[in-house]
């Protein structure tokens, strides 16, 4: 089955071996590569790593449905499930330290995740009721399944028994509304407009019994699953309030919060009681920290006080060269950097870059291969489409636009903007790695077209929340992870495109609105497809975003580590389901 077929529901059949997801577990002298979409990558790595005794264990596959990444079908399984998993040896290394160069706005809570750096501190503390695996294909989880009802408004999911929480209770249905009503009509819920989809779509939830509670729509909403949010500890929430949650969190994942110091460190430790023996793991101890300088990264690789160090560029991996006790893992085509053009945010007012010759003009004008081989080394390319290949819809053919910059220049002519100024902002992400860098590049391009860009490179706690309070103007940098985009819906209503999106770049473009808003209700896969390659096209021919660059994600292994696995296409630093220390 392809990346863009209709997923099959498979019932459980006891004739039948569990089904396994793939495993990237390694141990190799120097650099380990990952090419491709998930299902080559897969096959290739497997292909080429044999049996080795150095696989990572992979996470329990249960009876229920196993749903693709790219879509959700109608209907499910309500059999139990079961765990068909292996304790995992216990490693001698206590403490594994991640290096990062930011948490962005750095909330613990599991709810709290707004942008993509924030997600590695949600996976350390939560679990979810569907996730994925590491092909990329949602799974359940802390559910065992889902029915969903005739008129397509109610999901009735079945959650797993004997899961513990943080705080001692038992995890279910309970945990499940908390959750939904703390996001959707608690009183701090404007506190959490970054689940849109979830805050205008989903009503309330019911609990039928302890593990079977339901999840009520006022639409039809064929991405509920991927949107659900962790569960969170009701009872100790409802005791401690929200202020005190948002400090020290409870929920469900394999680690518990211990300690933050802001800007610099985050601290775990292991939740003992943690309901998946195969994803539970093998060390004590996970400290995620805060390293902004890529340099110091390398340095903390080099001596030891970081085993992992994520958001290299081509030029920090060249200085691993040489060193046989560190591996270099590229997981290819992660992250896709955007320039966008933000005065589409405000329709009242007048910009140059409403104007789609100036926005084509202002792409045409940089030689973004050139970069790809220059900046990141090799470790990216052009992207072919702003909508990266995971998303349904993506269309094939398109081509991207040439470096032209003698065609920019007629352009910026013909729409009477040849002496055009504007302010270029950026900031600091892994999922794109030298953003700041990227941003300034670009404008050494523009001024070579006689665009006037002035920097304003900002911090990341800062921007976000900025760009998503329409304080930002001008061109934008941003970051979007190939990952995170499974659903048509993610890159519009949950990012970029769309006047309800959360980081949104156009406000009033009603043909693309209505394109969205037919894509949230429509539960049909080939349906939901095509109307994802309505969006992709629409999103191509607009330019509100200028896809500039495709990058890999480069992420140094130290000598503590005895395997390093992840999810493809994620450039976030975690899960650490796959990871094992020695």
């Known amino acids: 089955m392809s990346e863009f077929d209709e997923p099959v529901i498979y019932e459980h059949d006891e004739s039948m071996p569990p089904i396994e997801p793939g495993t990237f577990g390694f141990s190799m002298s120097r650099r380990s590569f990952l090419y491709g979409s998930a299902s080559a990558a897969l096959a290739a790595f497997l292909a080429a790593c044999g049996s080795s005794s150095n696989a990572t264990e992979g996470p329990t596959v249960t009876d229920a449905p196993v749903t693709?990444?790219?879509?959700?079908?109608?209907?499910?399984?309500?059999?139990?499930?079961?765990?068909?998993?292996?304790?995992?040896?216990?490693?001698?290394?206590?403490?594994?330290?991640?290096?990062?160069?930011?948490?962005?706005?750095a909330y613990v809570d599991p709810n709290w995740a707004v942008g993509g750096l924030i997600f590695p501190l949600q996976w350390a503390i939560a679990d979810f009721l569907y996730f994925p695996n590491q092909e990329g294909k949602f799974q359940p989880t802390l559910a065992t399944g889902y029915t969903l009802s005739d008129d397509k408004l109610t999901w009735t999911f079945k959650l797993r028994p004997n899961v513990t929480m943080h705080d001692g209770s038992t995890f279910g249905a309970k945990d499940v509304k908390a959750t939904i009503e703390r996001i959707v009509s608690g009183p701090n819920a404007n506190d959490y407009a970054h689940y849109v989809a979830i805050k205008s779509n989903v009503t309330g939830a019911n609990v039928i019994d302890d593990l079977t509670v339901e999840i009520v729509t006022n639409k039809p909403m064929a991405t509920l699953v991927v949107d659900m949010p962790p569960p969170i500890a009701s009872d100790y929430y409802n005791q401690v309030g929200e202020v005190e949650f948002k400090?020290?969190?409870?929920?469900?994942?394999?680690?518990?919060?211990?300690?933050?110091?802001?800007?610099?460190?985050?601290?775990?430790?292991?939740?003992?009681?943690?309901?998946?023996?195969?994803?539970?793991?093998?060390?004590k101890k996970l400290v995620y920290a805060i390293v902004p300088d890529e340099s110091a990264r390398v340095a903390g690789i080099q001596t030891g006080t970081l085993d992992i160090a994520y958001g290299l560029t081509g030029a920090g991996a060249e200085g691993l060269t040489g060193n046989n006790d560190i591996?270099?893992?590229?997981?290819?085509?992660?992250?896709?950097?955007?320039?966008?053009?933000?005065?589409?945010?405000?329709?009242?007012?007048?910009?140059?870059?409403?104007?789609?010759?100036?926005?084509?003009a202002l792409l045409m004008a940089v030689d973004r291969e050139a970069i790809a081989k220059s900046l990141y080394k090799g470790y990216a390319t052009v992207p072919q489409s702003g909508t990266p290949k995971i998303t349904p819809g993506h269309n094939p053919d398109t081509k991207s636009l040439p470096f032209d910059p003698e065609g920019a220049k007629a352009l910026l002519a013909e729409a009477g903007a040849s002496d055009l100024e504007v302010q270029l902002s950026s900031y600091t992400t892994t999922t794109v790695p030298d953003m700041p860098k990227l941003a300034e590049t670009i404008a050494q391009y523009w001024a070579q077209i006689g665009v006037k860009a002035t920097l304003n490179n900002m911090e990341t706690a800062t921007y976000l929340p900025q760009w998503r309070n329409k304080q930002l103007k001008g061109a934008a940098m941003i970051a979007g992870p190939t990952y995170f985009y499974v659903e048509p819906t993610r890159l519009?209503?949950?990012?970029?495109?769309?006047?309800k999106a959360v980081y949104t770049t156009i406000v009033g473009d009603t043909e693309l609105d209505g394109i969205i808003d037919q894509i949230i209700v429509e539960t049909d896969f080939d349906k939901?497809?095509?109307?994802?390659?309505?969006?992709?096209?629409?999103?191509?021919e607009s330019l509100y975003g200028l896809p500039m660059i495709l990058t890999s994600s480069l992420i140094?292994?130290?000598?503590?580590?005895?395997?390093?696995?992840?999810?493809?296409?994620?450039?976030?630093?975690?899960?650490?389901?796959?990871?094992?220390?020695?």
């Open 528 to 540: 939901r497809a095509a109307l994802g390659r309505q969006q992709a096209d629409h999103i191509d």
């Open 68 to 105: 693709t990444a790219n879509a959700i079908p109608v209907g499910s399984s309500d059999s139990s499930t079961t765990t068909a998993s292996a304790t995992r040896t216990e490693a001698k290394t206590e403490t594994l330290t991640i290096g990062v160069s930011s948490l962005q706005e």
């Open 556 to 582: 140094a292994v130290g000598p503590n580590v005895e395997s390093f696995g992840y999810i493809t296409s994620c450039p976030y630093a975690g899960p650490t389901s796959w990871i094992l220390a020695k």
């Open 247 to 283: 400090k020290n969190p409870r929920s469900t994942g394999p680690w518990k919060f211990v300690s933050q110091e802001l800007n610099a460190n985050v601290k775990y430790e292991r939740h003992e009681e943690f309901w998946d023996a195969a994803r539970k793991p093998n060390w």
């Open 327 to 360: 591996e270099l893992v590229e997981i290819k085509e992660t992250g896709l950097g955007y320039c966008m053009m933000l005065d589409n945010v405000f329709p009242e007012e007048t910009s140059p870059l409403k104007d789609i010759r100036v926005r084509k």
């Open 492 to 499: 519009s209503v949950n990012s970029f495109f769309g006047s």
